[in-house]
């Protein structure tokens, strides 16, 4: 017998064929587009032993990196004002954990005076660390280091629900995009607003320039009266294209870290990264590399030294057209005595460290966009 949490994945698609191939009787455009990112690799996490020496944890998987489709939905409603909807779902493709998952959502408005919508979506602070990234959910992407921060009350790089987000328009090049969370939850009850988050991210493209700045609070339920229950982050990126080579670069600086209970220290990290890129023909050769400095101190004011960590990736793309291509990566993070960053790609299968040791990862793996 057929269930109906079987026929879901089924019926999904079936509709979403059903609007891009038969007549409507809207006139709404319906755009199907996606990726599949598949990839082989072997991982070592060099985790400790029953009795406490250092082991070598390798593991060989092949996994789904954000693979991905999605339906974006325009419709012309008067002069230049449209409505606008997006339904996005994650795919596991390598048939590990659900077949598919929620990831971005909206509905709203564009228009002469920009875009509005709500829903769920990425914040313009994660945004930004993706328009620099050489590795996107490749194994050693950069959100191994700027997003899982140790002692937070909430990861960095969001995907909050219960958003309402405006873009303006474009002026020369310049644009911002502001985005307000009431709950970053998904919970099904009336909206806590001890847990909204604020997103604000400006960007200027001039051709080969990027600059980009983004600020974020996380307000936390968490931290009693008298406290300060907001935790704060700032990220700079920029790139540049000159010939066949790309550099890029992001300074992030998160302050509060947890919030901070009355009479106790804000807890601090830096962290920043450098990476580039050289194409020549039908390859791509990238180096890239992000540094977490150490936790600036605890709840108590005292110094927590040897939490910091450094990331090596590098690797070589070979793009059999402008949507499919083949890569080779290799990352490496050397972790403080007292830190366990990882060298995880994006939505794959995990391995985590044990605190102090440096964890290494050899991907072989194929992208293809539609």
């Known amino acids: 017998m057929l269930h109906y949490r079987d026929c879901c994945p089924v019926l999904a698609v079936a509709i979403g064929a059903a609007l891009i191939a038969g007549p409507l009787s809207v006139s709404a455009d319906v755009k199907?587009?996606?990726?599949?990112?598949?990839?082989?690799?072997?991982?070592?996490?060099?985790?400790?032993?029953?009795?406490?020496?250092?082991?070598?944890?390798?593991?060989?998987?092949?996994?789904?990196?954000?693979?991905?489709?999605?339906?974006?939905?325009?419709?012309?409603?008067?002069?230049?004002?449209?409505?606008?909807?997006?339904?996005?779902?994650?795919?596991?493709?390598?048939?590990?954990?659900?077949?598919?998952?929620?990831?971005?959502r909206y509905v709203g408005l564009k228009g002469n005076f920009g875009t509005i919508f709500a829903g769920v979506h990425d914040?313009?602070?994660?945004?930004?660390?993706?328009?620099?990234?050489?590795?996107?959910?490749?194994?050693?992407?950069?959100?191994?280091?700027?997003?899982?921060?140790?002692?937070?009350?909430?990861?960095?790089?969001?995907r909050p629900a219960n958003s309402v987000r405006y873009q303006t328009p474009n002026f020369n090049g310049l644009q911002a995009i502001y985005q307000y969370s009431a709950d970053t939850t998904a919970s099904t009850s009336v909206e806590d607003n001890r847990r909204r988050a604020d997103s604000l991210g400006v960007a200027y493209t001039a051709g080969p320039l990027y600059l980009a700045y983004a600020h974020e609070t996380h307000r936390l339920n968490t931290i009693a009266d008298g406290g300060n229950p907001t935790e704060t982050g700032q990220r700079f990126a920029g790139s540049y294209s000159v010939g066949a080579f790309k550099l890029v670069a992001l300074y992030q600086d998160l302050k509060d870290l947890g919030g901070t209970v009355a009479g106790a220290s804000s807890i601090k990290r830096k962290s920043?990264?450098?990476?580039?890129?050289?194409?020549?023909?039908?390859?791509?050769?990238?180096?890239?590399?992000?540094?977490?400095?150490?936790?600036?101190?605890?709840?108590?004011?005292?110094?927590?030294?040897?939490?910091?960590?450094?990331?090596?990736?590098?690797?070589?793309?070979?793009?059999?057209?402008?949507?499919?291509?083949?890569?080779?990566a290799y990352a490496k993070t050397d972790n403080s005595t007292n830190a366990a960053f990882t060298v995880n790609a994006a939505h794959s299968d995990v391995i985590t460290p044990a605190t102090g040791q440096d964890p290494s990862a050899l991907s072989l793996g194929m992208i293809v966009d539609f």
């Open 123 to 158: 914040t313009p602070f994660k945004d930004l660390s993706g328009k620099v990234e050489l590795f996107p959910d490749y194994v050693g992407y950069n959100r191994d280091i700027l997003a899982a921060t140790a002692n937070s009350g909430q990861k960095w790089d969001l």
């Open 272 to 328: 920043w990264g450098v990476g580039g890129a050289y194409t020549g023909g039908n390859n791509v050769f990238k180096l890239q590399y992000y540094r977490a400095d150490d936790l600036s101190n605890n709840a108590a004011g005292a110094s927590q030294p040897d939490t910091g960590a450094r990331m090596w990736t590098v690797g070589w793309d070979h793009l059999f057209s402008k949507t499919t291509l083949v890569y080779i």
């Open 32 to 104: 199907l587009y996606g990726k599949v990112h598949v990839a082989m690799t072997s991982l070592d996490a060099k985790g400790t032993d029953a009795g406490g020496d250092a082991a070598s944890r390798r593991n060989t998987t092949v996994s789904s990196n954000g693979s991905r489709w999605g339906l974006d939905v325009t419709e012309k409603l008067s002069g230049s004002l449209a409505a606008i909807a997006r339904l996005e779902q994650q795919i596991a493709v390598d048939g590990e954990t659900a077949d598919q998952a929620s990831r971005n």
